[in-house]
């Protein structure tokens, strides 16, 4: 099993910055690909952004490319999105996951609870 909890979310204006941390624990870090999705109520999960287990290769949605950047540190157990130029439309629920397998396609293993993050006009 391995444990998942975000951090960071908050409420921010359009324009504004905002750091989500995700800390892992259970098991090696670095086994596991990660990435973090989004969510609005009624609205389909959408994968934001993903990274594989040494940090080389990531993957970005098209609506967060040049906004958004995850990265990782496997000493710290922990994955980051760092969101820049936020909008309006960047308001949803956050979530972290992992997964074993190839790090960009198939199902994710492990879920954290979400943080909301909040981007007002």
């Known amino acids: 099993q391995v444990q998942l909890v975000e951090s960071g979310g908050g409420l921010v204006q359009a324009g504004g910055s905002l750091r989500l941390s995700c800390a892992a624990s259970?098991?090696?870090?670095?086994?596991?690909?990660m990435g973090w999705f989004r969510q609005n109520p009624g609205k389909e999960r959408e994968r934001v952004a993903a990274?594989?287990?040494?940090?080389?290769?990531?993957y970005y949605a098209d609506s967060v490319k040049a906004r958004f950047t995850i990265s990782r540190d496997n000493a710290k157990n922990t994955v980051y999105l760092q969101m820049n130029s936020l909008k309006s439309e960047d308001t949803a629920v956050y979530y972290c996951a992992a997964k074993t397998g190839a790090w960009d396609i198939g199902p994710y293993d492990y879920w954290g609870r979400g943080t909301q993050v909040t981007v007002s006009s």
């Open positions: 259970g098991r090696t870090f670095s086994n596991y690909a």
């Open positions: 990274i594989s287990r040494s940090g080389g290769r990531s």
